[in-house]
């Protein structure tokens, strides 16, 4: 019953042997970056999505590993050897592969045309950040479906344009 983003007493109370750290930001930066280094054997397009993510252009490699199943079998023993777990997922944007991963959802869209429908049922926290996720779940939006159901005029006129950008 322990779940992200519930009270430490809360969380406690249903797991009273759970064990609270304080984060360290400084190595899970250093974490990323170590990830992000090892994952260059894969692919020379690799980029950090701060503060969670490390992103792969896999395209090219997909041959030389001999498919996509194959890569991916590589990036999670590898993962794993390095003492970490990794949700993996793809998609045709690397803003959609992010949320899909924020999300859990460890598949691959290989579309675009399948991308509106794997995307929409996503928590519109996989995309908006902190501030303006209040807000929309203010007016009662959860998921990128309902989010992108709007009126993008108003949707950039009352959370502005950044959002709207990675929306797009």
């Known amino acids: 019953g322990v779940r992200d983003g519930m009270a430490i007493s809360a969380a406690l109370a249903l797991a009273p042997s759970l064990r609270v750290v304080p984060r360290d930001l400084a190595g899970e930066t250093e974490a990323l970056l170590g990830i992000a280094a090892w ?17 792969l ?10 498919g996509l199943e194959a890569l991916i079998e590589n990036l999670r023993r590898g993962i794993a050897e390095l003492g970490y777990q990794a949700v993996i997922a793809g998609a045709p944007t690397p803003r959609a592969a992010s949320c899909l991963t924020v999300a859990g ?12 429908a794997a995307l929409a049922p996503l ?19 959860r998921t990128l479906g309902e989010l992108c159901a ?7 006129r009352r959370f502005g344009p950044a959002l709207l950008d990675n929306l797009d």
């Open 39 to 55: 994952a260059g054997q894969f692919t020379p397009g690799v980029a950090l999505d701060f503060p969670f993510a490390v992103l």
């Open 57 to 66: 252009e896999i395209s090219a490699s997909m041959r030389f590993f001999r």
């Open 105 to 116: 959802h460890q598949q691959f869209i290989r579309t675009a045309l399948a991308l509106d």
């Open 123 to 141: 928590p519109i926290g996989t995309l908006a950040s902190p501030d303006i996720l209040e807000a929309l779940e203010a007016i009662g939006l």
């Open 150 to 156: 709007l009126p993008r005029e108003g949707v950039a």
